[in-house]
């Protein structure tokens, strides 16, 4: 397996000059309306808005350890929004361009965010599956280097800190729900888990409107399937290789929950958390609030809160269920 816990370990240490610790702390009222112990895990307030900062940041610390003077010029990726920003975040860091190839249906404030860090945008119509062939031929055509969102051991490693901080903080956690698209986060955390909190368990969450990864993970196979959520962090038309090899005998359990469910996760993080959560970020809260089998303490994620003018405008609507 190319991922490992020293991987992490690695990864926390290019990452603690950068980019500090989150916080996880519990809230009241969030514990009162979820009947448990809920620590959450902030990671709405990274300086991209989301989780996946880590990931690009332990890349090219990786790359840089590695090659040296030899890196590339450029980075090139595809991506619907945080992958981008991630990207964008750590080719600005060390100097380096940046190109993202973004599908026509990534939300706007996404795209503006990705060019507000220097990186240049393309749109390309289609799936996030057509943006990553782009973003492949572009980079082979400029001599840059192709980032594949999900395949890339350091960026797991990265992703995995979240899981590092947060079991270490609290290491008598009973489970934690993971959102899960591509599953790097849920792989991350399975390593982590492994390693310091083996009583843990780990639960991951997708959307039932893009479960091509819960699908893949029960069935032991790759598959595709639909991709309709309004979580755009989630949507993901198709299982990835190796988060699926990590996840396979090591997640415990995998829930999915509707776009509404989702929806009233992100409505309580609001009132109940003072949390923004874009659709992803309340997704392991829904999975929590579904499960039939609720833990006495547990923590969820909020992965992300790069909240479009649709979602904001959501978080005052009446629930749709
Ligand atoms: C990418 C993303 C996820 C899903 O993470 P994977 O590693 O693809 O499973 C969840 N939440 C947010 C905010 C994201 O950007």
Redo the contacts with the bound molecule.
Sequence with gaps: MPVSFDGVLRAATALSGVLPATPSWRYPLLDEMAGCEVVVKQENVQPTG???VRGGMALVAGMVERLGSGLPEGLVTASTG??AQSIAYAARAHGLGAVIVMPSCAPEVKRRAVEALGARVVIEDGTVTDAVRAARERAAGAGWYFVSP?EEPDIIHG?ATVYLELLREHPDLEAVYV????????AGACLVRDAIAPSCRIIGVQSAQAPAAWRAWREGRPVEDVCTTRAS??A?AASSGL?QRVMRGALDDFILVDDDAIDDARRLLASCAHTLA?G??AASLAGLLADGDRPRRCAVVV??GVADAAELADLGAPSRR
């Design positions: 989301a989780f996946k945080n992958h999900c992703h959102p899960v698209g591509s599953g790097s986060g849920a962090g989630l993901v988060p874009e992803a970020g992965s992300g």
